[in-house]
């Protein structure tokens, strides 16, 4: 079974900059993602990375501001945000894909594990 604890979230500025982190604990080896849910939207994509960390992919919207990265050795993925605009403003999840699935997806059905999700706020 793997779990997945998220951290990092929180209010920030408009312009400002928050790091995402997911710490995930069992096998680890498989491409991971960050969705995000807004109040009264569903769940959208944000970035995924694949299980070596050699290919990424990211929504429109968060393209040029935000960069996923992972550390295998620490069992970590984290995503940092920059220039962050109101319209972030939603819960994060991370999620995994099952083990053995090294690449990377936009689409959420393909991930198996999901963590709590985590508050990011922008406002001033």
């Known amino acids: 079974q793997v779990q997945l604890v998220e951290s990092g979230g929180g209010l920030v500025q408009p312009g400002g900059s928050l790091r995402l982190s997911c710490a995930a604990s069992?096998?680890?080896?498989?491409?991971m993602g960050w969705f995000r849910q807004a109040p009264g939207k569903e769940r959208d994509f944000v970035a995924t990375?694949?299980?070596?960390?050699?290919?990424?992919y990211y929504a429109d919207s968060v393209k040029g501001r935000f960069t996923i990265n992972r550390d295998n050795a620490k069992n970590t993925v984290s995503l940092q945000m920059n220039s962050l605009k109101p319209e972030d403003t939603a819960v994060y999840y991370c999620?995994?894909?099952?083990?053995?699935?090294?690449?990377?997806?936009?689409?959420?059905?393909?991930?198996?594990?999901w963590g709590q999700g985590t508050q990011v706020t922008v406002s001033s």
């Open positions: 069992g096998r680890t080896l498989f491409a």
């Open positions: 999620a995994a894909r099952n083990y053995g699935m090294r690449g990377g997806s936009s689409s959420s059905s393909d991930y198996s594990y």
């Open positions: 990375i694949s299980w070596n960390g050699g290919s990424t």
